[in-house]
């Protein structure tokens, strides 16, 4: 008797759990990748492009998103290794896959063979923002004046970059300057910048507390 009505129960359970004839079970949607670029979400445009991925390895356009989306979310290494995949695929746009991998060889801080990379792609703002950050990092003042002076523009991009620049030499007044300058022309940055530029002018205020308390000890120890 236990066992009969034990099989009856696994039988209406599987009963209860068929689909109607003629019903088709959905299955679970794939997000579309480039809104989850547009909301910052990486890691998922990562995962839903490898997925992509899978039907046809070697589709440009898939490889190029993927690249992208894995440098955002800071794999360079791995965003690096699919520009110069892209770079051995014919029909390749070498001039800008050069500029990319440069991008990624710099936050690698493999800084001469991101120059070299650079120097390799054709003449864009990407590529002098990034021959002014490697200068500055090799610490080729010459070069460094050199972008400064005739690479940069007035795009919110190139005066992002000149800002974090002067930041980076110490330059806080001028990096602070420029931050005014952009919540002041592009409104609809104002939040990220504000918090930006309150950074930037507490690192300088804490910047000239400590000079004003090293000359105060030293105008002290001459007086001992």
Request: aromatic residues 8%.
């Amino acid at each position: 008797m236990i066992l009969s009505k034990a099989r009856s129960s696994i039988s209406a359970q599987g009963e209860k759990g068929k689909l109607p004839c003629g019903a088709q079970s959905k299955a679970p949607s794939i997000p579309d990748f480039k809104q989850l670029l547009e909301i910052r979400d990486y890691k998922g445009a990562v995962t839903v492009l490898q997925l992509k991925r899978m039907g046809d390895p070697c589709d440009k356009k898939t490889l190029e998103w993927l690249a992208y989306a894995h440098f955002h979310h800071a794999e360079h290494d791995k965003a690096l290794f699919l520009y110069k995949k892209l770079l051995e695929m014919p029909e390749a746009d070498p001039a800008n896959y050069h500029t990319f991998s440069a991008a990624c060889l710099f936050y690698m801080a493999n800084y001469d063979e991101a120059k070299e990379a650079a120097l390799k792609g054709p003449e864009s703002p990407l590529k002098r923002r990034i021959l002014l950050h490697v200068a500055h990092r090799q610490n080729d003042e010459k070069k460094l004046l050199e972008y400064h002076d005739n690479g940069l523009g007035e795009s919110h991009e190139d005066q992002l970059c000149l800002a974090s620049i002067h930041f980076l030499r110490t330059q806080y007044q001028e990096a602070i300057d420029i931050y005014k300058k952009l919540l002041l022309n592009n409104r609809q940055f104002s939040h990220e910048l504000h918090s930006l530029q309150k950074c930037w002018e507490c690192c300088s205020d804490m910047f000239t507390a400590l000079v004003r308390n090293e000359r105060a000890q030293l105008d002290q120890r001459k007086i001992l």
